[in-house]
């Protein structure tokens, strides 16, 4: 796995360590963030029972720089490995802890740097921008990063002229295209998870309850998207559902992000947008790897750790830099 570094090679055996049953696990790693100056970060699409031991639930980007401003030694990050990887480029000094290293990312492994290094010389004369959700090596080979958020804005930043890249999210990548009207080459990648949404089911949903709101992630196919109330990061959609007026909400993401939704709005109805298979809801199998369990034994061992060689943390946080400034420029 890419930028991962195993201490030995009884890793796995010490996240799959079984846990006494009388343990109040929850307590434990409690006890053991104090003991050992940690930080625990949930993305938003962790099971429930994470997401209520973390100190901060959120994006990928917004939780590794929450992390960076924080005082503690360690960042145990609930998430997938190019998450962890991004907080180690931010926070270089702190040790970084994942939970289980087999969590990964479909969309992050449908672009291998070495295949993008060789797309990018095709195109000398253009700007790389890739999205936030991609390993160090593939930030290290571009020119700005951007969130979901910012997508948008950080493109329209650049002038109309400026030719560019755009990796890893064809999706992404065409909603922005549609929002900007720029031409931009696109990487051919997508995530699984928001890739296998049903129209037919959806729209089936939208006749059972007419009062719902369709709202999706631009990781969504176009169709999909097309179909929606709202697009928006992960983030955004839950900030939605807060402001808006309406009492139920169709949501098309990982369906992680529904416990917080119901968190914001216990009063509202939030129903997961089906998927193009016999499943109810669309849950990313990366993301579920990680486990309460996984997270107590992480913390207990100090294992697996995430490391990076300085060379591609220098080069790889470059981009993100440069996205921060414009960001501030722009008042992003």
């Given at each position: 796995m890419n930028a991962v570094f195993e201490k030995d090679l009884q890793v796995k055996g010490?996240?799959?360590?079984?846990?006494?049953?009388?343990?109040?696990?929850?307590?434990e790693i409690?006890?053991?963030?104090?003991?050992?100056?940690a930080v625990i970060l949930a993305h938003y699409y962790q099971e429930s029972n994470i997401q209520d031991v973390a100190d901060y639930i959120g994006d990928s980007l917004g939780l590794s720089?929450?992390?960076?401003?924080?005082?503690?030694?360690?960042?145990?990050?609930?998430?997938?490995?190019?998450?962890?990887?991004?907080?180690?480029i931010l926070s270089p000094e702190k040790k970084v802890l994942l939970p289980d290293l087999k969590a990964g990312?479909?969309?992050?492994?449908?672009?291998?740097?070495?295949?993008?290094?060789?797309?990018?010389?095709k195109y000398p004369d253009h700007l790389v921008i890739t999205y936030v959700n991609c390993t160090a090596e593939l930030k290290a080979l571009s020119?700005?990063?951007?969130?979901?958020?910012?997508?948008?804005?950080?493109?329209?930043?650049?002038?109309?002229?400026?030719?560019?890249?755009?990796?890893?999210?064809?999706?992404?990548?065409?909603y922005i295209i549609k929002q900007t009207g720029k031409?931009?080459?696109?990487?051919?990648?997508?995530?699984?998870?928001?890739?296998?949404?049903?129209?037919?089911?959806?729209?089936?949903?939208?006749?059972?309850y007419p009062n719902a709101k369709f709202i999706a992630h631009p990781e969504c196919e176009e169709h999909?998207?097309?179909?929606?109330?709202?697009?928006g990061s992960t983030s955004g959609l839950l900030k939605y559902t807060i402001e808006d007026e309406a009492d139920t909400y169709i949501v098309a993401t990982e369906s992680g992000i529904l416990y917080q939704m119901e968190k914001a709005s216990p009063s509202k109805r939030f129903i997961p947008a089906p998927p193009d298979n016999a499943c109810s809801c669309n849950d990313c199998p990366y993301m579920k790897l990680n486990t309460l369990e996984k997270l107590y034994n992480c913390m207990?061992?100090?294992?697996?750790?995430v490391s990076l060689d300085e060379e591609l943390i220098r080069q790889a946080r470059k981009p993100i830099e440069r996205m921060l400034e414009i960001s501030a420029k722009y008042g992003l």
């Open positions: 010490y996240i799959d360590q079984v846990i006494d049953p009388t343990v109040d696990i929850t307590e409690k006890r053991l963030k104090k003991e050992k100056n720089q929450q992390a960076a401003k924080t005082d503690a030694d360690v960042i145990v990050f609930a998430g997938v490995h190019f998450m962890a990887e991004t907080a180690k990312c479909s969309l992050s492994d449908s672009c291998p740097p070495h295949l993008f290094a060789k797309f990018k010389e020119d700005i990063v951007c969130t979901s958020t910012n997508a948008v804005q950080i493109v329209n930043s650049l002038p109309k002229d400026q030719k560019i890249i755009f990796g890893p999210d064809k999706n992404l990548g065409k031409d931009m080459v696109l990487w051919n990648g997508a995530c699984m998870v928001h890739e296998i949404f049903s129209r037919e089911r959806i729209t089936k949903l939208r006749e059972e999909i998207l097309n179909q929606a109330d709202y697009i207990y061992y100090d294992l697996p750790e």
